[in-house]
């Protein structure tokens, strides 16, 4: 079973090679929601097929907020409108 990731810091290549079935050599990831009050952790991971390779393939990663957003967004149901948006 693929086990999914709490954080950035676990957004590696054998994560994605795992979870897309596809052979990933490198991962950058880029912020998507500094400054701005989003209630989740928003990234982009630059997926790369081996080192310094310009063709990737862009994915979004979103994580729940942390702190009192995370308890705010659970109290108003907000996770789970979004899960139930996407399935």
Known sequence: DL????SV??????WFSVALGEVFAA????PLDEGIGFLA????????????EDT?????VKFAAEGPAR????????????VGFYS
């Open 27 to 30: 991962v950058e990831i880029e």
């Open 41 to 52: 952790r928003t990234v982009r991971a630059r997926l790369s097929k081996s080192v310094g």
């Open 71 to 82: 308890e705010v967004a659970s109290s108003l149901g907000l996770y789970g409108c979004e």
């Open 3 to 6: 086990v999914l990731p709490t």
């Open 56 to 60: 990737c393939l862009d994915v979004v």
């Open 9 to 14: 810091a676990e957004l590696t290549p054998e």
